[in-house]
């Protein structure tokens, strides 16, 4: 029996500082080889660090990884695996308030929303428009790309401008 090999990225988006060691610790573990991260700070959450680290390993590397990194406090993170032979690829998205986020990734990185997921949002909102839109973001993972999109941002050394709502 073969095994396919898949490769992915993880990022953590923040950590604190303490956290790290243990951080690489559990993704080593996770994909069965010591890891070396290099760290740098998160300029969105200052005290916190951030990291990505592309990976390779067998299918299901990806779940592995977003299993032991899910129980730390204070974390966020994505965790990419590529498509192989037979298998969707995916992401996994955490983040301390919203807990973890799973969807299947085509091959450009889009969220792939299966046709029973849509077909539970269309009975769930029976017709109401705003609750078709509700399970839909629901089903996209909305919620967790809008609490890490600040963070994504600052990995690509840009300036973060915060707006906060008013009233």
């Known amino acids: 029996m073969s095994t396919h090999v898949t490769r992915g990225v993880l990022f953590v988006h923040s950590a604190p500082r303490a956290l790290c060691p243990h951080l690489e610790w559990a993704a080593g573990k996770a994909l069965g080889h010591a890891v070396s991260f290099s760290w740098v700070d998160q300029p969105v959450l200052p005290g ?51 807990g973890v986020f799973y969807s299947h990734m085509d091959a450009l990185g889009n969220t792939v929303v299966p046709e029973d997921r849509i077909i539970y949002a269309l009975e769930v909102a029976a017709g109401d428009p705003e609750e078709i839109s509700r399970e839909l973001r629901l089903a996209l993972g909305r919620a967790w790309d809008e609490e890490l999109e600040p963070f994504r941002h600052a990995g690509d050394q840009t300036p973060v401008v915060w707006f906060h709502r008013v009233g």
Not at 52 to 76: I, K, Q, T
Not at 79 to 94: I, K, L, Q, W
């Open 48 to 98: 916190t660090l951030r990291t990505e680290y592309e990976w390779e390993g067998p299918v299901g590397s990806g779940a592995a990884l977003a299993s032991a990194l899910r129980g730390w406090e204070h974390l966020r993170f994505e965790v990419t695996e590529e498509a192989s032979p037979g298998v969707d690829g995916g992401r996994f998205m955490h983040t301390p308030d919203l």
